[in-house]
T-cell receptor, first 109, second 114 residues
Framework: KNEVEQSPQNLTAQEGEFITINCSYSVGISALHWLQQHPGGGIVSLFMLSSGKKKHGRLIATINIQEKHSSLHITASHPRDSAVYIC???????????FGTGTSLTVIP | KAGVTQTPRYLIKTRGQQVTLSCSPISGHRSVSWYQQTPGQGLQFLFE???????NKGNFPGRFSGRQFSNSRSEMNVSTLELGDSALYLC?????????????FGPGTRLTVL
């Protein structure tokens, strides 16, 4: 049983395209994080959501608590956006996270 | 401000040996979490320490253990290594130790068990 499902698993886009990555979860959560992992392993936290919508530059993240669903959007995609994007959720107040399997994004110039 | 550091970055061990990995959080951060990442299972939570106390533990065997020191630095230990323990081990620190706090990840330690 996987508490967090992501789709798609792999995504190839042309530079400039609008990209959407989806995350569905089955547990009640206190927080949802979107993470970005570049080749070589380094992970960067992009967003933390507990409700609503957040925007940072070309990245937008939304969450629907009732539907247990979150989306990460990248507007005007760029080759430097190529990375694995991972959704992580926490049930309790601490830092015990369940992770999605990740979406591998490749943006072609 | 220095980021999260992990040592060593690469490690090769043989089955049956034990290993200790180290994580130094960002200065002022009291929460340190450990994760295992493998191609087959993805990222999995190992345990979390906050102010020297283990707060949460993932579903891993007792061979995996950890501790946190008074300066918030943390170590994790794996005893009796198995081939399946080959993985990237990541630690993350956060200031308040709450799930809504931003998590800062270290570069990871890549462990290979032969």
């Amino acid at each position: 049983k996987n508490e967090v499902e992501q789709s798609p698993q792999n995504l190839t886009a042309q530079e400039g395209e609008f990209i959407t990555i989806n995350c569905s979860y089955s547990v009640g959560i206190s927080a949802l994080h979107w993470l970005q992992q570049h080749p070589g392993g380094g992970i960067v936290s992009l967003f933390m959501l507990s409700s609503g919508k957040k925007k940072h530059g070309r990245l937008i993240a939304t969450i629907n608590i009732q539907e247990k669903h979150s989306s990460l959007h990248i507007t005007a995609s760029h080759p430097r956006d190529s990375a694995v994007y991972i959704c992580a959720v926490s049930e309790g107040s601490g830092n015990q996270f369940y992770f999605g399997t990740g979406t591998s994004l490749t943006v072609i110039p | 401000k220095a980021g999260v550091t992990q040592t060593p970055r690469y490690l090769i061990k043989t089955r049956g040996q034990q290993v200790t990995l180290s994580c130094s959080p960002i200065s002022g951060h009291r929460s340190v979490s450990w994760y295992q990442q493998t191609p087959g299972q993805g990222l999995q939570f190992l345990f979390e320490y906050f102010s020297e106390t283990q707060r949460n533990k993932g579903n891993f065997p007792g061979r995996f253990s950890g501790r946190q020191f008074s300066n918030s630095r943390s170590e994790m230990n794996v005893s009796t290594l198995e081939l399946g323990d080959s993985a990237l081990y990541l630690c993350a620190s956060s200031f308040g130790g709450y799930s809504y706090n931003e998590q800062f990840f270290g570069p990871g330690t890549r462990l290979t068990v032969l």
